[in-house]
Each structure stands twice: as structure tokens, then as C-alpha cells.
């Protein structure tokens, strides 16, 4: 996933081109990325896109900015010592912070900075896409304009899904700040039950050894 | 620990120096407190091992709890287990499960936070396989 985002004068940095045709070979046909480089392909492909926009910015602008927070907490030991988060952070340090700002990374959690980042981002999708291959959409209004767009006559009988509210939102980040808080507790403990595992096994089994051994002595 | 192995002691020598009523008395409520904290151990890593892996889901299709369908203690149980299997998953070898080759037929183009994980999870009931640089990051692309 991290070979778009690797510096130029990396042997495994792909083109658009090969990251989209990779991921087509590994079975998907849809992509969330917000990148412009993957807007002007599907422009010069003749892809659809969806553009997902909300009504009150300045909320967006306060959920962003709550939620980007785990991304800074990602940077943090114990996850620093996960490869592969360390591979995808610059992807999204791109897609987190410089993009929704318009640019300006070092201002990620400043509203306005966000707000007017948001607008922009906006104005721009809509100008570089034609009208016929673009769908300005809310998820308020369920199912219908986004099945009329994708050519699909049976609406489905299901609830549209409304998921990752800001109570899971909290949570996830709840649950990730507490590991970064607790986790060499959670090693030690994990370290300690081997260690009283390892002493449960020694003594039963080598105790019990000396103890027959004793008892045979006593018998001769 | 010592008092345990006084015990031990005191069974398989029983006339060992080493074994004193004094000593015994001291050391038993300390290797009773030590078997407790490893019970909760175990039990705080299995409660662990049970909010991962029962996420309340609002239907067959893995989706996260939905906002209109379930209570916000559900939602919250459902972000901490959504949390922790990104943890497991960030921290195992397995990689993501290979699909049949297909083209790119669409592209979603709005920020997070506009509905994004919801249009994933929309997608998916028609048979999408919509991919997310959060969801699917352990691609190795």
C-alpha cells in the first residue's frame, strides 16, 4: 500500500498507474484516497468518483481534528516498533495532514486552517472532474442517489450503514492512548506469567523427581 | 515464591534447618498474593482477548456498530475492539487474504470524517471490494 507514498529515488516507488493496477490485481475495484494524483487518473481514465461531502464544516473541521490524534498517538512507542506502521505513516502524514489543510501540515489541528482546507478541496475535485463522472454526496441521503450513480436499479432493503460516530471515534483512541500509556505493564505481565509458568513446570517436574528419589533411598 | 518452595522444602525434607514455623507464616500470604495478581492477570488478558473478538456488529457483513441501530455502550465496546484488532493485525505477519484480479471501477474521492467508512461498508453490499489506506494498510503494494 506504502509504494505510492515512498520518496522518488526508491527502487519499490509505483506510478499511479502500478499502484492502481496492483491493487485491481489484489481484488479491489473501489479506492477511498483523496490524493490528486489519483483524481487526474481516474479523470484520464474515465473512472467515477464520489465525492463524500458533509453540511456543517466546522464540525467536520472539530471531528478531524479529534480523529487525527491517532495518528500522532501511531508515532509513540509501542507502535514506533511496528514495521509496518512505520511504513504507512507518511502516507499518512500526506493524507491527514497535508492535504486537508491545503497544504499547510504544521496547522493540522487549527479550524480555520481546516475549514478553509475542506472548501478548497471541494472547489478543486469539482473543477478538475466532469460533471458525468462526478457524484457530490451525503450520506444523509441514503441509498438512492448512490444507486441511481452506480447504474443499480434494486435499491437495498437494509438501513444505509452510519458507522464510526464520534463515541467509536473516542473509543479507538481511548483504547489506543491507553496502550501507549500501560504497555510496558503489559509486557511485564506477560513476561511474569511465562517466568511463573516456567517455575510451575520446574518445580513439578523436577520436585517430584527428587521426592521419589528420596523415597526410594529410604525404601533400600 | 520462597514460601512455596519452603512448603516443598518442608515436605520432601522434613527435618531441614530450613524449614522454620516462623518463616512459613510469613511467606504464605505472600504467595497467596502472588497467585491472585497472576489470576487477574489472566483474567485481564482474557477480557482483553473477549472485547477483540466479540464486536458488536450490526449485521453479517463485519460492519462496525451502527449509530442508529445500537446503544453508545455498544459503540463503545465496538471503536475498543476495533482498536485492538488494529493493534494485533499492526503487530502479526498475516497478510491481507488474496482476491480474484479485477480493474478499478471507482474511486471515492471526499475526505474522512464525511461518511467515508460508511460508503466503505455501503459499498460492500453490492458486492464492492472498496480498499482504504486505514483499512487495508497492510497491503504490500
Redesign the interface.
Known sequence: ????FLPNDDPNK?SMDE??D?????????????GYD??EY?VEHD????????QDTRK?AK??AF?VKLIDTLSQRP?AY?K??QQ?LP??HY??KV??TGGHPDQYLDMDTLEAG?HK?IAK?KRM?PSHLLLE???QQG?KP?CKF?G?SQI?A????????R??????????TI?AWIWPLLLG??A??VL?FI?LFI?RFF?TN??AT?NEKKKN | ?SG??MS?QE???PDSQATSTKSTAVAMPKNIK?QR??VA??V??CLLQLIAAAAPT??NNN???????TS?WE??????S???Q??RS??SLQL?P??????????????????????????R??A??????TN??????
Open positions: 500500500m506504502q509504494g505510492l509505483l499502484w492502481v496492483a491493487l485491481g490485481y489484489r481484488g479491489f475495484d473501489a479506492i477511498l484516497y483523496y489519483f483524481i481516474c473512472i467515477p468518483m464520489i465525492l463524500t461531502t458533509r467536520w471531528s478531524w480523529s507502535f511496528s509496518t506502521i504507512i502516507s499518512m493524507v491527514t492535504i486537508p475542506y478541496h475535485v472532474v454526496y451525503n450520506v441509498w448512490l452506480l443499480i437495498p437494509d438501513d444505509f450503514p452510519h458507522v464510526n460516530d463515541v467509536v471515534m473516542q473509543a479507538i483512541i481511548a483504547t489506543f496502550v505481565m506477560a511474569y506469567l511463573k517455575q518445580r520436585m527428587s521426592k528420596i | 515464591m512455596s518452595c516443598t515436605q520432601c525434607y502472588q495478581i497472576l492477570a489472566v485481564a488478558l450490526s449485521n460492519r462496525p456498530a451502527d449509530t442508529q441501530t453508545p459503540r463503545t465496546l465496538s471503536g475498543i476495533e482498536g485492538l488494529f493493534l499492526s503487530f491481507v488474496s482476491r480474484p484480479p479485477t480493474r478499478v471501477k471507482l474511486g471515492i474521492v471526499g475526505f474522512g470524517r464525511t461518511g467515508s467508512t460508511s460508503i466503505y461498508h455501503a459499498l453490499v453490492f464492492t471490494r472498496p480498499c482504504t489506506i487495508d494498510w497492510k497491503l504490500r503494494i
